[in-house]
């Protein structure tokens, strides 16, 4: 694959695709809300073209993807299968992944976005902070907060 | 299930920006009996053909020039001309009925493609020939430059222009291929290395 700023869009969506996808999926918990989240993120990042930074197309990626998921989940308030939530859930440590998926999808909005950002995707605080649109302590503190909150629930 | 999911995802993304007018160009795959073609289709037509998985980069550079960022992996806009390609390599079509895109090319390129693209099924044309369909005799180096950039091979047959000493000239795709094309549409009458003057005269009549 060539390295450098993507040229097209194409190049963006293959590039990053599927962690968006996952990202989006872990946020929302559902394939439905995922997709539209996954397509509102690319469109909107086509509409604003180019990326900001030389490199930095990820972070701004999952910016935008965290916008849209707030937004989505302002809309929707709906159930989520049994199936989604598996495939949103991280596989970890043995512990059943669809309680960890339970114990997320109970975040704030905000702290789920720092978790799965730093726990899941293992980015590091600062490029959560630019994802979220924070300083770097505030993220750390939301990835602080929200493991707490989940350790508690899983215990 | 995860790809299954990305994929559906990525092909309704694709609609919508297919539709907002975000993405004029679509591209995809081609199978062919030399390995994966790289295709482009823009508004106009097909815009690239090339010989690989990966685009060229000189193609891309063209494509962005001309169209924007906007060139998106679309299976069914490219859908045309994979089929027509398809039908060509198993010797079921002689012609091909999608429209070609030359834009962001010179002119004298767009001339010197034109009048190979004019060049028929089976038949070969030679370098300088092509130079003067394209309005300058003079010009077979150039023309044969022209011509070696051909961003959309076999659909504009550059396969059948050969140097004016009956050699095979030369071929983005290789050499190899380009006999295998000519072998397809002649019916297998393709001398190794050639065809000697006293040969070329009759081989550039038939048709």
Known sequence: MVSGPPRTFGELIERHELEIFRYALRLTGRRADADDVFQETFLAAFRAWPPPRRGNERAWLYRIATNKAIDNGRRSRRLVSVEDLRLAAPERDGVTTLDLAAAIRALPTGQRAAFVLHRVEGLPHREVATALGCSEEAARARVHEATKKVKEAMA | ?207
């Open chain 2, 1 to 207: 299930m995860i790809e299954e999911y990305v994929r559906d995802a990525r092909d309704h993304l694709v609609a919508r920006a297919s539709r907002g007018s975000l993405a004029p160009v679509a591209y995809g795959l081609a199978d062919s009996p030399f390995g994966p073609l790289w295709v482009a289709v823009s508004p106009r037509g097909v815009a690239v053909i090339h010989y690989g998985g990966r685009p060229d980069e000189s193609d891309l550079e063209r494509l962005v020039r001309t169209y924007g960022p906007g060139l998106v992996p679309d299976p069914r806009r490219t859908d045309a001309v994979r089929r027509e390609l398809d039908q060509y390599f198993r010797g079921k079509r002689r012609t091909f009925d999608v429209r070609f895109d030359l834009a962001g090319l010179t002119p004298f390129q767009q001339k010197v493609l034109g009048a190979t693209a004019r060049v028929g099924y089976g038949d070969l044309a030679t370098y300088k020939v092509v130079a003067k369909r394209a309005g300058n005799e003079k010009a077979s180096r150039a023309a044969g430059q022209a011509v070696g950039s051909n961003p959309i091979p076999i659909v504009v047959p550059c396969h059948r222009i050969i140097a004016s000493d009956g050699t095979l000239g030369g071929y983005s795709g290789g050499l190899e291929t380009k006999r295998c094309l000519l072998d397809i549409e002649r019916a297998g009458d393709v001398p190794e290395g050639g065809w000697p003057p006293a040969r070329r005269a009759r081989a550039q009549r038939r048709s």
